[in-house]
């Protein structure tokens, strides 16, 4: 007992106090004219959760989440396709194709703000000289698009990655004995890749399920959630809650909102990862 006990006092102040006191703050008023931080009750959750506009937010993070795992995972899978069969210079591929995830978020946001810019960016350049002329930042299908874009440009080297390291981890007999009956690459990929990665798929698409719904700093830095409320997340609109009309319990009462809706997730990744 006396060797776990520093590990229970840091899980406590790490974990579980910052928890703790966010819950606080969403049943308290933590607004500052408020004359004290009382209690509440629920009256947070029904100024801000229980809105249409956190549900329009809810609704913003499920199509990121969604199409941004669809996106990602496709080009992850056939990337690490491409590398696991280790052609001619696939280490200098991949060590290329790794470098978005070395780049902040922030960083990675302005750039791609800048590069689609309508005034100086070059995809506009790229957009005059073809003809065509896309609402990047005043049509809300194409901002949210772009978001997905950049989202995947930074995460697509993540899956690759965790799918390339299950497939060097693939027992070759079921392919080789697949190749003999003479089955074709639809029949191989569904009936033995696929089923021999599925744990490192269902794991990699849990850990980018909840990165995504946190989803934040892409966004605040290129969109800003605009045009209008096109690209406001769950993340960013509890953001905007706090820190811009400083509703720090309603804030917080968003973000509780969200961690239980998103606790699903996590229980299915504890229990697959055994953490």
């Known amino acids: 007992m006396p060797y776990v006990t520093p590990t229970w006092i840091l899980m406590i102040v790490v974990g579980l106090l910052p928890i703790g006191y966010a819950v ?28 249409p506009a956190f549900g329009q937010a809810l609704l913003v993070t499920l199509i990121l989440v969604v199409f941004g795992l ?12 491409l590398l696991h069969r280790q052609m001619r210079g696939y280490q200098i591929a991949r060590s290329i194709l790794l470098v978005p995830m070395l780049l902040t978020p922030v960083i990675v946001g302005l750039i791609f703000k800048f590069i689609f810019s309508p005034d100086l960016g070059i995809i506009f350049f790229v957009q005059q000289a073809i003809g065509v002329n896309l609402p990047w930042f005043s049509d809300p299908a194409f901002a949210r698009g772009l978001i997905l874009i950049i989202d995947a440009w930074m995460h697509i080297p993540f899956v690759m990655l965790m799918l390339l390291a299950g497939m060097a ?28 990665l599925a744990p490192i798929i269902t794991i990699t698409l849990l850990v980018r399920t909840v990165d995504t719904a946190r989803l934040f700093d892409i966004i605040y830095t290129s969109t800003e959630g605009g045009p209008g409320l096109a690209t406001v997340t769950a993340s960013l609109s509890a953001y905007e809650r706090t820190f811009q009309f400083y509703e720090f319990g309603q804030g917080a009462a968003m973000a509780v909102a969200l961690a239980v809706i998103m606790f699903p997730v996590y229980f299915l990744y504890v229990r697959l990862t055994k953490v």
């Open 169 to 196: 981890s693939m027992p070759q007999e079921p392919l080789e004995s697949a190749s003999i009956d003479g089955a074709g690459w639809w029949q191989t990929l569904r009936y033995i890749t696929l089923p021999m």
């Open 70 to 81: 669809i996106i990602q995972f496709t080009f992850g899978y056939l990337l690490a396709s």
């Open 24 to 51: 606080w703050m969403s049943v308290s008023n933590q607004s500052p004219t408020a004359p004290s931080a009382g209690f509440v009750g629920l009256a947070n959750y029904v100024a801000a959760v229980f809105t």
